[in-house]
């Protein structure tokens, strides 16, 4: 039997009004929402500082192992490792997971919902003479499926797009935990392998501040010098022990922030080059147009969230739009349980509907509040690229600051490093005393010791540079879940 619950002679009648509006609203463009456009960002056509010894290269920035440069095996053994085991990596994949499946979630929303029911109704009877209550009769079992359908098609789409630039996000931003955990991956590395160099030279800084105090010491029990110079070399060799220490320290700390980036414990880490050893110049690739910050990560999420925050004005604008509502159970019904699937009373029957609001002053509130988001996200976005432009052009300005500041202490310690040799052959010729030796040599370590900081800076900037260039985040890029551990893995979640 059929059962039509909607009057036909309403259909052309609501049919006709939701075409009006539908008209009106899409003329109008205000209820369907504003379509995307790009924000003009006022981006400048190139850098205001330069850096001469910087090089074009010849692969895409974010695809770039820039870190392979330095030629340092060990380096890029790092870097694979915590790229692939790295826990702030792996949640921001789970946040990825998250995003797809809520954007999948909402495509399924195209597909009708379908449900099952069965169920009993028992009809009141004559009253009891005696009790006064209702006497049993015989009911109904009934058991079918029920597909229920309700969209808003212009909500679903500008939904759907809200979904898909999240997902975009969402990727941009595992990216840019991907890019900074290679900028502290390599930067931790150089700042050890700068601790183990100025540890060995503080050392020889310590062993030739002690012969000095030896030999003054010695002096000062003959009368030829005070004690109040005498205390004086007790503090500089004070001071120079002190740092040891500190310096030992930080090697321990800087392995052990290795070992947390790669998902390690803490430990050691295995030898390298010598620190002076690494290549500084020619790292950079220069003379890039200003358009590449385009593929930095925080760029691309600021604008994928410009595209949501104006998806969203959709979202709250698609209320005005026509819902369609269609119901149409399908089953079986009969008296007595055992011939629930033998009878032959099978029923079926639509439903359908349209509707939408005819007063709802609150989706007003709701939709400027959504403009406010997008106004705030757009100017958030200019933001994020007007600081990536100021950031790169600090980073080349310091890189080719540094990179003079570096070549300055490295020809004062090589002609400091020139005399002490001159001077140790003429004290080993008797022609000058021993502690006038040590003195130019605790000068040489000290002067190793600024070109070593100096040669940290450098590299620094190096790595400064490339974050802030977008550069290697989609090295060996993938987003594959890793177990979870006692044999547990992700799809067992499911």
Known sequence: MNHLNFPRQ??????????????????????????????????????HSKDDLSLMGAVKLPEMAWWEKFQDPLLSQLVDKALAQNNNIQSAIGTVYKAKAILLQIEMRWAPQLDAG???????????????????????????????????????????????????ATVAAKNAVRLVVISQVVGSYFGLREEQYRLQRQK?????????LAAFSDAHREGYISEFVLQEYRLNLARAKA??????????????????????????????????????????????????LKNRPDVIQAEAVVKQSNAQIGVATSIFFPTINLTTPIGYTSTSLTNLFKGNQSYWQYQGGITMPVLNLGA????????????????????????????????????????????????????????YEYESLRFREGLVAKPDVLTLNVK????????????????????????????????????????LGNGRRFNDLF
């Open 10 to 47: 309403a259909i052309p009648l609501i049919f006709r009004f939701s075409i009006l509006v539908l008209v009106l609203n899409l003329a109008g463009c205000a209820f369907w929402g504003p379509d995307y456009e790009k924000p003009n960002d006022q981006a400048a056509e190139g850098w």
């Open 204 to 212: 020889m800084l310590v062993e030739s501040l002690e012969g000095i």
């Open 364 to 419: 007003f509130g709701a939709i400027k509040a959504a403009k406010g988001q997008y106004y705030a996200d757009f100017f958030n976005y200019v933001e994020t690229v007007k600081n990536a432009f100021a950031s790169v052009d600090s980073d080349l300005a310091s890189h080719d600051k540094y990179t003079k500041s570096f070549d300055e202490m490295v020809s004062f310690y090589t002609s400091t490093n020139s005399r």
């Open 444 to 483: 040489m370590n000290e002067a190793a010791i600024s070109m070593a900081e100096r040669k940290l800076d450098q590299l620094m900037s190096i790595v400064r540079l490339y974050q802030d260039l977008g550069g290697g985040y989609m090295y060996k890029n993938n987003e594959d879940a890793k177990d």
């Open 243 to 292: 740092e040891i220490p500190v310096i030992e320290y930080n090697i321990v700390r800087l392995g052990n922030a290795i070992h947390v980036l790669l998902n390690e414990n803490p430990g050691g880490i295995p030898d390298g080059p010598n620190f002076m050893d690494f290549k500084s110049t020619g790292i950079i690739s220069g003379n890039l147009p200003s358009q590449v």
């Open 118 to 168: 069965i169920g009993f109704m028992s009809p009141g009877g004559p009253p009891s003479p005696t009790t006064g209550a209702s006497i049993p009769t015989p009911g109904s079992y009934t058991m079918g499926l029920i597909p229920n359908y309700a969209v808003n098609i212009m909500e679903q789409l500008r939904t759907q797009e809200a979904a898909e630039a999240n997902v975009e």
